[in-house]
């Protein structure tokens, strides 16, 4: 015969068989999008305006007496501030980076979920994926789509609304 079971072992098999999806890390440059975590309102890291040390250099070259002589080169080696060789590390390899940031912690401290495109940090992204099993985001979706659809039934002459 059938063996009965409780609706919450159904939904724990269900978790397993469809488990949510792991959440990538937001680059920098998505980062501005979002200033708090959707889920908790935890502040995000501010988006940087613009590298920092790069500035830094310029000044400290600029303000170079002598010029590129051997002596001034070789004061600044000492100094631990060689300007070349720095500018060429900042620029990482286009192509490595999504990569990288794929595999690792997210530098922006935010991370997206690929179905709702909400950001979120990292301790919502381990209580989601772990615990909840459900991605915050996408639940505020549900409920939103649901009570559009409720207003669409209610008042059927309006038009239809479509995110794109
Ligand atoms: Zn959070
Ligand atoms: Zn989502």
Redesign the pocket.
Known sequence: GLTLILSIHLARSYHHLFPLKSWVAVPWTEAKKSVA?F??Q?PFPPVPKAAPPKIKLKVKESSGVGGQTAANIAKAKGRGEVPAKTNTVTAPTPGLLPEAIKAGVSESGRYKCPECDEH??I??DIYAHETIHNCPGCLARLVKSQQQQQEEVVGAGEAMEVDS
């Open positions: 975590c889920s908790c935890t979120f940090c301790d919502c």
